[in-house]
């Protein structure tokens, strides 16, 4: 079974722009969740979706969203980029909604504002 | 603010020796304690998803336990073998505004030395 892809694994962008950044879950999962990896903070949940719905949301502003298509990949945006969205952003999915299930990550998207 | 609290942050042990961590988290609005490695440049990979206080799970020479109701989590490693070294990361699920998330540690990074 193929794991969770991201696309692209890199990127630069310049403050003030917006980003998209790509998942494909494993076959039959539904859910997928994404987070956002920096140095200082570690590993912090960005949302949820399941069934092509926002289930579940982090506290992180309104400038990071996202969305879920009938096939279950996963788009996350963000827009006004600032310096300190420079991160690694992972996504994961799994079987069910929720966390009571394992967490499927991909390789990630380096993101990097300059 | 729900914290996850893993210690050590680091440690160093030789090949064959046994070594645990800690991971402690709020057992109120608790239902899920996940642990997963994450070795460099590589993605986080899923060890266990603990639910019942009490509960123990094993996959080969690592295994975990589960406090619920005083809020914490091994993880042991029996027998360490160069190749057991990684980042692992323990995440506890939390509600907030009737929000699910999955919050974690910032790891216990173990290294190996054969």
């Given at each position: ?42 590993l ?24 879920q ?31 009571s ?14 | ?13 030789q090949?064959?020796?046994?070594t645990?961590f ?8 608790f ?52 190749e057991?070294?990684?980042?692992y ?8 505004g ?14 190996v030395?054969?």
């Amino acid at each position: 079974k193929a794991g969770v892809t991201q696309t692209p694994r890199y990127l630069i962008k310049t403050r003030g722009q917006q980003v998209t950044l790509s998942c494909s879950p494993i076959s039959g999962h539904r859910s997928v969740s994404w987070y956002q990896q920096t140095p200082g903070q570690g590993l912090q949940f960005l949302f949820e979706y399941f069934s092509e719905t926002q289930r579940n949301k982090g506290n992180f502003p309104g400038r990071f969203s996202g969305r879920q298509f009938s096939n279950s990949r996963s788009e996350m945006n963000v827009s006004t980029l600032e310096l300190g969205d420079s991160a690694l952003y992972l996504c994961a999915s799994s079987l069910g909604p929720g966390f009571s299930y394992e967490q499927y990550f991909g390789p990630g998207t380096r993101l990097t504002v300059t | 603010i729900l914290n996850v609290e893993q210690s050590p942050q680091s440690l160093h042990v030789q090949e064959g020796d046994s070594t645990n961590f800690t991971c402690s988290f709020p057992s109120s609005n608790f239902y899920a304690l996940h642990w997963y490695r994450w070795e460099t440049a590589k993605s986080p990979e899923a060890l266990f998803v603990m639910t019942l206080n009490g509960d123990e799970k094993k996959k080969g020479r690592i295994s975990a336990t589960l406090n619920t109701k005083e809020g914490y989590s091994y993880l042991y490693i029996k027998g360490s073998q160069p190749e057991d070294s990684a980042t692992y990361l323990c995440a506890s699920t939390a509600s907030q505004g009737g929000s699910e998330k999955l919050v974690f540690g910032k790891g216990t990074k173990l290294t190996v030395n054969p």
